[in-house]
């Protein structure tokens, strides 16, 4: 929880009240309405959901073979576990359940660095460890395509396999195209983080058929797999639209929050089998629910894309003159971006979240380390620059433009 560490040190040199109680923007807020989860389950019964949001996914995807899994980490030791090579090319600086789904599957993983003032690994990394026969995973981090097409290319010179994390990335397109639908595979989410939040889940997309045994894939699992109603998930979404609307964050919920953070937290070792034997989202299959309520966010698609484009603009207009360094390429898919990342060169993260909330600014961060062992950071110089630096900006259609300008303005000043 890299955040929960993050704020227990910064609580630790605050003397005064941590936070002012008034309005706070949430650094995330569901796109799933309350009222959608009533129709999803009024639907449930008549509407076939898993069958129509298959076939909504082919026909935005392009693509027959979609597969669904219980997480986006699932998927992927889903799509190892059925392939014969052994080593696996990662972003040093990704997720950490990709690396634990890696194990899972039982390969060996090779780690590239990440471009220098980028957070994702490109072509140009990649090729520094490209060998006959290994599966490179390129991702996409907070939306922000990497150069896909070209590690693609690259993959194939070598007789190479590519397995696209496009899990922070649905709908967004890079040169017309949906990521995802690039490399041999791709991978989406509906974790509760991502664009369309559907408690767990993941789609698997099958680009190159030839590439994999299907029916394998099809009939494959890691764990056995539960399908249950999701009742207890629905009632913490419902209760989380609740307590992230801006009144209640600030003055409740994040209180209760930093009152939990000031706490150490000492979380205790587990096996990583052990750990994904009981985990749900490893263990609980997608639900015909959870594919109704992907089905509702869908037909608002292109309207919360709009407000999200809307809002990378707004803090891409406002930042631009300021020494913040922002990692937002200008030809980007700006509606496709899950968060927007900005870092504060020369300054150290922590003062920065100090500072932001005594102010009243609750900034968000993730991946605060790199994936390979400590011992060999010094290797990836870039991967962990951005773990030690990288905060991320809210994007989210409930976020207004004139609240977002606001946030921005503010970011602004703790650069001074």
Same mark, same amino acid.
């Given at each position: 929880?890299?955040?929960?560490?993050?704020?227990?040190?910064? /609580?630790?040199?605050?003397?005064?009240?941590?936070?002012?109680?008034?309005?706070?923007?949430?650094?995330?807020?569901?796109?799933?309405?309350?009222?959608?989860?009533?129709?999803?389950?009024?639907?449930?019964?008549?509407?076939?959901?898993?069958?129509?949001?298959?076939?909504?996914?082919?026909?935005?995807?392009?693509?027959?073979?979609?597969?669904?899994?219980?997480?986006?980490?699932?998927?992927?030791?889903?799509?190892?576990?059925?392939?014969?090579?052994?080593? !696996? !090319?990662? +972003?040093?600086?990704?997720?950490?359940?990709?690396?634990?789904?890696?194990?899972?599957?039982?390969?060996?993983?090779?780690?590239?660095?990440?471009?220098?003032?980028?957070?994702?690994?490109?072509?140009?990394?990649?090729?520094?460890?490209?060998?006959?026969?290994?599966?490179?995973?390129?991702?996409?981090?907070?939306?922000?395509?990497?150069?896909?097409?070209?590690?693609?290319?690259?993959?194939?010179?070598?007789?190479?396999?590519?397995?696209?994390?496009?899990?922070?990335?649905?709908?967004?397109?890079?040169?017309?195209?949906?990521?995802?639908?690039?490399?041999?595979?791709?991978?989406?989410?509906?974790?509760?983080?991502?664009?369309?939040?559907?408690?767990?889940?993941?789609?698997?997309?099958?680009?190159?058929?030839?590439?994999?045994?299907?029916?394998?894939?099809?009939?494959?699992?890691?764990?056995?797999?539960?399908?249950? /109603?999701?009742?207890?998930?629905?009632?913490?979404?419902?209760?989380?639209?609740?307590?992230?609307?801006?009144?209640?964050?600030?003055?409740?919920?994040? +209180?209760?929050?930093?009152?939990?953070?000031?706490?150490?937290?000492?979380?205790?070792?587990?096996?990583?089998?052990? @750990?994904?034997?009981?985990?749900?989202?490893?263990?609980?299959?997608?639900?015909?629910?959870?594919?109704?309520?992907?089905?509702?966010?869908?037909?608002?698609?292109?309207?919360?894309?709009?407000?999200?484009?809307?809002?990378?603009?707004?803090?891409?207009?406002?930042?631009?003159?300021?020494?913040?360094?922002?990692?937002?390429?200008?030809?980007?898919?700006?509606?496709?971006?899950?968060?927007?990342?900005?870092?504060?060169?020369?300054?150290?993260?922590?003062?920065?979240?100090?500072?932001?909330?005594?102010?009243?600014?609750?900034?968000?961060?993730?991946?605060?380390? +790199?994936?390979?062992?400590?011992?060999?950071?010094?290797?990836?110089?870039?991967?962990?620059?951005?773990?030690?630096?990288?905060?991320?900006?809210?994007?989210?259609?409930?976020?207004?433009?004139?609240?977002?300008?606001?946030? @921005?303005?503010? !970011?602004?000043?703790?650069?001074?």
């Amino acid at each position: 929880m890299p955040t929960r560490e993050a704020y227990f040190e910064v /609580l630790q040199s605050v003397k005064v009240r941590p936070c002012p109680r008034r309005s706070i923007i949430a650094p995330n807020r569901l796109e799933i309405r309350n009222e959608e989860f009533l129709t999803a389950f009024l639907n449930l019964s008549l509407s076939r959901p898993l069958l129509k949001l298959r076939e909504k996914l082919q026909s935005i995807t392009g693509r027959e073979n979609i597969f669904f899994a219980p997480s986006c980490r699932a998927a992927l030791a889903q799509l190892l576990a059925t392939l014969p090579q052994k080593d !696996v !090319v990662l +972003p040093a600086y990704t997720c950490p359940v990709v690396k634990k789904a890696a194990i899972l599957a039982g390969k060996n993983i090779i780690y590239v660095d990440v471009a220098k003032n980028s957070i994702n690994s490109t072509s140009e990394e990649f090729a520094k460890e490209i060998k006959s026969g290994r599966i490179l995973i390129p991702t996409h981090l907070y939306g922000i395509p990497t150069d896909v097409e070209a590690i693609c290319n690259l993959a194939k010179t070598k007789s190479c396999l590519t397995i696209e994390d496009a899990a922070a990335a649905f709908g967004s397109r890079r040169m017309g195209k949906m990521l995802g639908t690039f490399g041999d595979a791709g991978v989406i989410s509906f974790e509760q983080s991502k664009r369309l939040p559907a408690f767990r889940g993941a789609a698997i997309i099958i680009n190159n058929e030839k590439a994999f045994d299907l029916e394998k894939l099809r009939t494959f699992k890691l764990f056995d797999l539960k399908f249950q /109603l999701p009742m207890s998930e629905t009632a913490k979404a419902v209760l989380y639209n609740l307590a992230t609307v801006p009144w209640i964050y600030g003055r409740l919920t994040l +209180p209760l929050i930093l009152k939990k953070y000031s706490k150490a937290n000492q979380p205790q070792p587990q096996n990583l089998f052990e @750990a994904a034997r009981n985990s749900p989202f490893y263990l609980r299959g997608f639900h015909p629910f959870q594919a109704a309520l992907i089905l509702a966010m869908l037909k608002r698609f292109e309207n919360i894309r709009t407000r999200i484009g809307q809002l990378v603009s707004i803090y891409r207009q406002i930042l631009k003159d300021s020494n913040i360094r922002t990692f937002i390429p200008a030809d980007i898919d700006e509606s496709g971006l899950l968060r927007f990342p900005i870092a504060f060169p020369g300054r150290e993260r922590l003062e920065i979240l100090s500072q932001a909330l005594l102010r009243g600014l609750f900034l968000e961060i993730n991946y605060d380390q +790199p994936l390979p062992e400590k011992e060999d950071w010094s290797k990836f110089p870039n991967a962990r620059w951005a773990a030690q630096n990288v905060i991320l900006l809210p994007l989210y259609a409930r976020l207004c433009p004139e609240k977002a300008a606001v946030l @921005a303005k503010e !970011v602004v000043q703790l650069s001074h």
